[in-house]
Every structure is written in C-alpha cells, then in structure tokens.
C-alpha cells in the first residue's frame, strides 16, 4: 500500500507552524497539508512552558501573526493568551483540523527520481511508525529540545532535601506559597519567575554567576492604546508593528554601533528604577557588550519593584555546593531554599533532530549552509524556520512562510517539480547561523547551520532588508531548478505531467 502523500507537510504545530499552514491556506488553498507535532497540544513553546509568569519577551504586535491582528492593548502577553492566540488562528483557518498529534518526525529522505520527501514519524500515544510522502517539506520545529532542558552539574545536588525544578518541566501541583525559593539564572525565565513567585514566595533569591542587561518595557504599548480609540484594527496593529519592529532594529543597530552609549542608558535606567546605595555594578552591569545576548525585558519594570519592596534580592556569586537545606556560595555564604528552580538555559537541537538524507546520502545539518536563512545547501524543497534572536521570532517566520508561498507559486508557473539551493564555488563559510555569545548557543553551536560570506547566504537579522528580499526579491538566484525522472509530480494536486526543462 503506498504511503499516504500531501503537498506540503509541516513539522509542528507552534506558533511558526500554524503560521506557515495558515499562509498556505490562504495561498494555495488548493494544496493538501498536513501538520505533524510530537506534542498533544497546539501552541509549541507557549504550550510547553507552564511556570509563574510565563510570558512573551517580544512586543505582541510583533510576535503576532501579520494576517491575524493582535486585539489587545497589551504588548506584553502571558502565557495562556498567547497560546488562546494561537489556537484561535488555527480553528480561524481551519488548520486545526489538519493537525495530527503525538507524531514525531525521526527522518525524511528526498528522491530526486521521484521528487518526494518521504517521511518518518513515530507516534507517541501508540508506537506506531507513520509514513507519508510530500513535494516540499517545511520544519517548524523551533531550535531547542522540547523533551529536556538544560542543568549544569551541580555540585552535592543529591543532597539537598527540597524541591528542584526545571521550568521547562513544571510540576503543576507545585506550591511556592510561604516558601523560600531560588531561582538559578539570570536571563529571560529568571527575570520572569522572580517577580511572578514574590507576590507569594515567603523570599524569592535571584542567584546568578554573572548578570544580564535588564530593561523595563510598558506592558500596554502607549501608541496602540491612542489608536485603537481612533481608528480601526485593521489600520492600528501595521502601523504598531512596523513602529515595534523599526525601533527594535534600531535599537540593536545602535547596540553594534555604540555599545558604550547604549550600556550607560540600559544602567542608568536600572539605577532609577531601584533605591539609593543598590549594586547596580555588580548585579545589572554585564561585562559583555549589549546584544550579544538577548536582552531581558520586563513589564512595567516588575523585577525592579519586587527587589525594591524586599519580596526578592540578587545575588552574584558561583555555586559551591548544594547543602541539605539550600546552596552554600563560593564566597561561603548560604542560602536557605524549600524550592530551587534551574534556569540554566536550553538544549539546542536544529530543525526537531530529523536524519535528513538526499538520494541517500545523509545531511550534515552541522556543515550545512543556510539560504536566505531559511533553506540548506543542496537539500531541494526543504525549508526550515528560525526566528530573529534580536526582534521577533514571528517577524521572521512569517516571512519565511511567505516566501515558501513564492517558491511554490513560481514551481507551479513554471511546471517545475524541484528547487534546490546551490552554495556558489568557493571557500566553506564556517561562520554560525545564531550570531549570539549566550551558554545555550555556544554549547551546541557545531551541530547547528552554519551562514555564508554574502546574500543570499547571509543573515542579516534585518527585518525591513528580509522584508524586501523575502516579499520582493529574486526566488531563482543560487537556486537550481527542475522536473522529476518520470515527469512531473503533484505539487498541485493533480496527476503527473510532462515536464520542461531546467530553469534558472
């Protein structure tokens, strides 16, 4: 019985994965879908993390979808509305129903004869191996492991009698109420679970070996809240977001720039936001430039207020051991903790860990360079999707799903079956796609895709330069085209075709 075949299949259901069916949907809405995801649930990362205060570290009318405006005031949203969001876009576009779930991809293998992925998926729930062939492929898997989290060795841990947590693994019976908890970090989870446990932790301690740049946000952008008493939706959430995505790309550029300028105006909003005579040095000056990590954002400056009410505290120091009772510091010091909570960061894994292989020869995702971002050298009809690490992730995907949009729409015109990424001859860029210096990238940045020298092997992390190449820009340069052995495949939903030649 010959596997089950879709046009367009899509590896999970998150908010890149929707995204990209529901743009298909409303492109191609004569092409067959399918959304395959490991979890049970829509909505990825925004159903995976369950802790206190889970919210987004991205502008709403950013990180929401471009054809599905976000509604509210808010700019920055919790968790459970972003995954409402989310699951609401898929019911509103009917992708929902196209969802098959607890189905993991282990592997995908390209035919050229054939022009077809074939695809592997073991189901969860039952053991059950799935197959299924399509003419593109697209991974919206995100880049970390979903099933593990990332904890350094911790010395004398097996000691220690309380609670410890992981925050991608949230135990949903856990109280904090009256108890003394520390949070180990000092990145976005950190600044987010501090403020949201004080509110009723008995003491909240934010332990950190080194500090992060930390700056205060409205949670209610001001210019969404004077437009959407004059003027419509569909007119306000453009204009919010490209003011959002335009001061964000400023703002990092600036970093780059004149990263002196922009570390004094980061600490000096720090120094006003908590009392006379506070560490400010020691605990918010990072030794590293600004953006070379991510920035920590926080509403309404609510880590700051906590810390100035007494609710929480930071503390810098290294781990010497675990004790029975809490941490002893390297500066021997001790802190009493009921509940440590390790947010020590993520796992990386590129497009879910699936063991790609073309004509039987296996893909070195590690080696692989990256095309507009999105595809992989010499690897047809795949594309992948990895969000901005200085803006939005959704800016970027939604471009991406766009642009695969494109792709098909000139295969169709075309009558072409194949599109292939050709990296021009040429010395093998090694240069790494997430130009970030955070613990959670350089861990596991062999295994990742790596970037080229120039466009279109380049990433810019510009979204109103990806804009115009992405939307606008050449879908044929450094791309090889062509028909399978046997003719034309379905990429339209019809039978076979003869097909023409190559077309460059």
């Known amino acids: ?3 089950e075949h879709v046009d367009v299949l899509i590896v999970g259901a998150g908010l890149a994965g929707v995204g990209a069916a529901c743009r298909l949907r409303q492109r191609h809405p004569h092409r067959t879908v399918a959304v395959l995801e490991a979890r049970g649930a829509i909505g990825g ?33 919790d968790g459970p509305s972003i995954r409402e969001y989310i699951r609401d876009t898929a019911r509103e576009f009917g992708i929902d129903e196209r ?16 022009a077809l992925w074939t695809v ?46 992981h925050p991608q693994h949230w135990p949903e019976d ?82 780059r720039r004149a990263p002196g300028l922009v570390r004094r105006l980061i600490e000096r909003g720090v120094r006003s936001a908590l009392p006379d005579g506070f560490d400010v040095d020691r605990h918010f000056s990072p030794e590293y430039r600004p953006w070379d990590q991510r920035l920590c954002f926080v509403p309404d400056g609510d880590l ?62 590690g080696r692989a360079v990256t095309y507009k971002g999105m595809m992989l050298d010499g690897v047809p009809n795949f594309a992948m999707t ?39 001859p040429g010395d093998r860029p090694e240069q790494p796609l997430i130009d970030l210096q955070a613990g959670y990238v350089l861990r596991s940045i062999d295994r990742m895709p790596k970037q080229g020298h120039a466009a279109p092997w380049r990433l810019h992390q510009n979204y109103v330069r990806d804009a115009l190449e992405l939307r606008h820009g050449s879908v044929t340069r450094d791309m090889d085209f062509g028909v399978a052995a046997g003719g034309r495949q379905s990429l339209t939903g019809g039978g076979s075709e003869s097909g023409g030649g190559a077309d460059r």
Not at 319 to 340: K, M
Not at 386 to 406: P, Q
Request: proline letters at 5%; a positive charge.
């Open 1 to 3: 019985m010959p596997a």
């Open 45 to 77: 990362t925004w159903d995976q993390f369950r802790y206190p205060g889970v919210r987004s570290d991205s502008d709403m009318f950013t990180l929401g979808y471009g054809f599905r405006p976000w509604r509210r005031a808010e700019a920055i949203a």
């Open 99 to 114: 969802i098959r779930f607890h189905h993991r991809v282990v592997s995908a293998s390209w035919s050229s004869d054939r």
């Open 120 to 165: 592997t998926a073991v189901r969860a729930d039952t053991g059950e191996q799935v197959t299924l062939t399509c003419s593109l492929l697209h991974v919206c898997s995100g880049y970390y492991r979903y099933d593990e989290g990332y904890t350094p060795q911790l010395p004398g841990v097996d000691r220690y009698r309380g609670t410890l947590v």
């Open 174 to 255: 856990l109280e904090h109420r009256g108890r003394r908890v520390v949070v180990i970090g000092s990145g976005a989870t950190a600044v987010t679970l501090v403020p949201a446990m004080s509110a009723d932790a008995a003491h909240v301690t934010m332990l950190q070996r080194s500090p992060s740049y930390v700056m205060a946000l409205p949670s209610v952008d001001p210019l969404a809240r004077l437009l959407k008493r004059l003027l419509p939706d569909r007119v306000t959430f453009p204009v919010v977001r490209w003011k959002n995505a335009l001061s964000m790309g400023l703002f990092f550029r600036l970093s």
């Open 304 to 365: 700051f207020r906590a810390l100035r009410r007494g609710a929480a505290s930071v503390v810098t120091d290294t781990i010497d051991t675990f004790t029975p009772d809490g941490i002893r510091l390297g500066s021997g010091a001790e802190l009493a903790a009921d509940i440590v909570v390790t947010a020590t960061g993520l796992n990386l894994l590129a497009i879910g860990g699936i063991a790609l292989d073309v004509d039987g020869e296996p893909v070195d995702v």
């Open 386 to 424: 990895i969000g901005y690490t200085n803006a939005s992730w959704t800016l970027k995907a939604d471009l991406v799903a766009e642009y695969v949009c494109r792709l098909l729409t000139h295969l169709d015109e075309h009558r072409l079956d194949r599109a292939t990424p050709v990296l021009p």
